[in-house]
């Protein structure tokens, strides 16, 4: 009788898994840079920060993500680091490290934001934001005029995040038509459509930088 049981469940565990739609399709491949200046201060390299998000396109299921807390640093009047790549329901607290205030403001299309920063040690020397929208936002101080900051916050699970640009791989898609979002600060937003399989052959994707950190 146990047998009995035990090759029963079996069987069923066999079906529902047959029953799951198949998640061992991929995207990857490799960001190249290509551009001139980064705000004057050199050709663009190792400090240009990439993100690659993958968005479904045929109606593919996306798994639930958790609200993540991010941070960031303002130090000698600059951020750091100057790119965030958040999901939406993430929330990200910007500290001042700085003996001095901070007026920020944001330029978006989406929910524009203002935060005050004392200077560090005292009361309000940091701000918590939270993002509830997917979009991109371009943050500055109306103190000092060099700093900034850009803030994507995608609507996926799929994103990876590369220092300098590099290889990609998002694993664990349902298989079907993705588009893949690609950005970097001082770069026009990149978007390429492509099929996700069990072994993919490598993307080559090229993002014009224009400048960065």
Known sequence: MTR????ERAAL???LLLALPALGAELRGEVVLEGGQRFGRGPVGPGTVVSVAAY???GQPLPRWAPRRLAVEVRERRFRPLYRVLRRGDSLLVRNRDRVFHELFS?????????????????GAQARLRFDEAGTWHVF????????????????????????????RLTGLAPGRWRLRVAAVGADTLEVEADAVTSP???????????GA
């Open 4 to 7: 009995t049981i035990r090759i």
């Open 13 to 15: 565990a066999a079906l």
């Open 56 to 58: 479904p396109l045929e």
């Open 107 to 123: 330029l978006s299309t989406v929910r524009p934001f203002r935060a005050r920063l004392a200077p560090r040690g005292r009361a």
């Open 141 to 168: 101080c109306r103190i000092h005029g060099s700093m900034y900051m850009r803030i994507d916050v995608v609507e996926t699970p799929y994103v990876e995040v590369l220092p300098g640009g590099g290889r990609f």
């Open 201 to 211: 052959p490598p993307l080559r994707l090229v993002l014009r930088v224009r400048g």
